[in-house]
């Protein structure tokens, strides 16, 4: 009997990135850093000055809650003629979205939890200002679940990201900011490939 390839995957630590819209993904093969933007090659660097990645950390997330991928949409039906009556199904649209509950409580964080707002004051001493009508923001998602020397890595180019549920001060734990992000269509990946995420194998980074 063949034995099965180890494929399984058990993401005891992961990393969860942003950057603007349409941004591509790094390359990750042997020796690939994913806890460090800076190290994954001059294409996902802003020249700027000064020189900064394109792809951003959120921060800490929830070990508890992990990430939530989640599919909405209708159910197939069956469709039958009088001789067949189980003849085809129909391919309802599907939409894919992901919760993510943010433990890092940042200025970056708040504009993804309340729907945009206005950082005021001079650093170190900076306030945020929760806006009158909320906008998702959009934004390129990069989710990299990491199991030893092994990863899978998640690119969305397009979703939109708003709160989700409400914040909870808990003495008792560690307080986060649930935000959903929906993936959105209408982008390309690899040689052109037309879709709305790209997800990659498990890969031995030794």
């Known amino acids: 009997m063949a034995v099965l390839p180890d494929n399984a995957m ?3 630590t992961g990393y969860v990135y942003v950057a603007n819209v349409g941004t591509a993904k790094p390359t990750i093969d042997t020796g690939f850093d994913y806890t460090d933007p800076t190290t994954w090659g001059a294409e ?3 020249p700027g ?3 900064t990645p394109l792809w951003k950390a959120v921060g800490h997330t929830s070990l508890e809650n992990g990430l939530e991928f989640t599919s909405d949409g209708d159910d197939p039906e069956t ?3 009088w001789q067949t009556a189980n003849l ?3 391919n309802p649209t599907r939409t894919y979205s992901v919760t993510i509950n943010l433990a890092s409580f940042t200025l970056e964080t708040y504009q993804l939890y309340y729907g945009g707002g206005t950082v005021i004051g001079v650093a170190p001493d900076q306030s945020f200002v929760i806006p ?3 906008v998702a923001q959009e934004k390129a998602l990069l989710v990299l679940a990491v199991d030893g020397q092994h990863l899978v890595s998640q690119h969305f180019k397009k979703v939109s990201i708003i709160g989700a549920d409400s914040i909870t001060y808990d003495p008792a734990a560690l307080s986060e900011m649930p935000v959903r992000a929906t993936i959105l269509g209408a982008q390309t990946y690899g040689t052109g490939v037309a879709g709305q995420g790209e997800i990659s194998q498990r890969i031995s980074l030794s």
């Open 10 to 12: 058990n993401p005891a």
């Open 44 to 46: 996902m660097q802003d």
């Open 49 to 51: 000055p000064p020189s």
């Open 79 to 81: 469709l039958g003629t």
């Open 88 to 90: 085809r199904t129909t």
């Open 132 to 134: 009158d009508s909320p």
